[in-house]
C-alpha cells in the first residue's frame, strides 16, 4: 500500500519568515495530494490540495508544489504569521472505484515565533 | 458553509464495553471514511463507505469495528468490545470529491 513520509517533524521559524514542508510517496498511482491543518485539539482542516495532472498550485501565502517522478510534493508557506502555528499533514491518495482513502504523513509542528 | 458533525464529542468507557460514534455527512456527499488519532501521533485511515457497503478498510480495523448508515443520514462507527489501545480520537470524513473531516470523539477506554 502507499506510504507517506513527511519531514521534518518540528519547524520553528520566525514570523514573516517562509516555511517549507516535504512529503515523499511511494505509490505511482497515487493522484491527489491535500494538505491538512490540525490546530491543538481540533480537526484537520483541508487548506490546500493538488491533482497529479498539474505542478503547483497557489493560493494566497500558500503553495504546493508536486514532483510526480520525483514521488514528492511540498507545502509553502510564505510570510508566516503566529496563526499558522499548527501540525500540518500532508497525504496522498490512490484512486480506486468508490472514493479515496487518505494515507497521512506523520505530520509536522510549525511554531512561528512572533 | 455545511460541516460534518460527529457526537458524542467525548466518551470514557469501561474495557470490554460497545461503543457507538455517530457522524452526520455534509448532505450531498457520497463517500464516507473513518479515520482515528492517537494522541500525537498521525491520521490513520480505518475504513470507508459508499453505496451502503464498505469499499476499503485497513487492518486496524478488525471484526471488533463496524460501519452502518442505518437511516440514510447518519453514518456510525461501532467497536463492539473496546480494548485500551483504542482510546483515540475517531474522525469521521465525508466527501464528494474533497474529504472534509468532522470534529472528532475523544474515546478512552478504562
Known amino acids: 500500500g502507499e506510504n507517506v513520509e513527511q519531514h521534518p517533524s518540528t519547524l520553528s521559524v520566525q514570523e514573516g519568515d517562509s516555511a517549507v514542508i516535504k512529503c515523499t510517496y511511494s505509490?505511482?498511482?497515487?493522484?491527489?495530494f491535500p494538505w491538512y491543518k490540525q490546530e491543538l485539539g481540533k480537526r484537520p482542516q483541508l487548506i490546500i490540495d493538488?491533482?497529479?495532472?498539474?505542478g503547483e498550485k497557489k493560493d494566497q501565502r500558500i503553495a504546493v508544489t508536486l514532483n510526480k517522478t520525483a514521488k514528492h510534493f511540498s507545502l509553502h508557506i510564505t510570510e508566516t504569521q503566529p496563526e499558522d502555528s499548527a501540525v500540518y499533514f500532508c497525504a496522498a491518495s490512490t484512486p480506486n472505484n468508490a472514493g479515496n482513502m487518505l494515507t497521512f504523513g506523520g505530520g509536522t509542528r510549525l511554531m512561528v515565533k512572533p | 458553509e455545511p460541516e460534518v458533525t460527529q457526537t458524542p464529542s467525548h466518551q470514557v468507557t469501561q474495557m470490554g464495553q460497545e461503543v457507538i460514534l455517530r457522524c452526520v455527512p455534509i448532505?450531498?456527499?457520497?463517500?464516507f471514511y473513518w479515520y482515528r488519532q492517537i494522541l500525537g501521533q498521525k491520521v490513520e485511515f480505518l475504513v470507508s463507505?459508499?453505496?451502503?457497503?464498505?469499499?476499503?478498510k485497513s487492518e486496524i480495523f478488525d471484526d471488533q469495528f463496524s460501519v452502518e448508515r442505518p437511516d440514510g443520514s447518519n453514518f456510525t462507527l461501532k467497536i463492539r468490545s473496546t480494548k485500551l489501545e483504542d482510546s483515540a480520537m475517531y474522525f469521521c470524513a465525508t466527501a464528494f470529491e474533497t474529504q472534509y473531516f468532522g470534529p472528532g470523539t475523544r474515546l478512552l477506554v478504562l
Open positions: 505509490d505511482s498511482a497515487s493522484n491527489y
Open positions: 463507505f459508499y453505496n451502503n457497503e464498505i469499499s476499503e
Open positions: 448532505s450531498n456527499h457520497l463517500y
Open positions: 493538488i491533482r497529479s495532472n498539474v
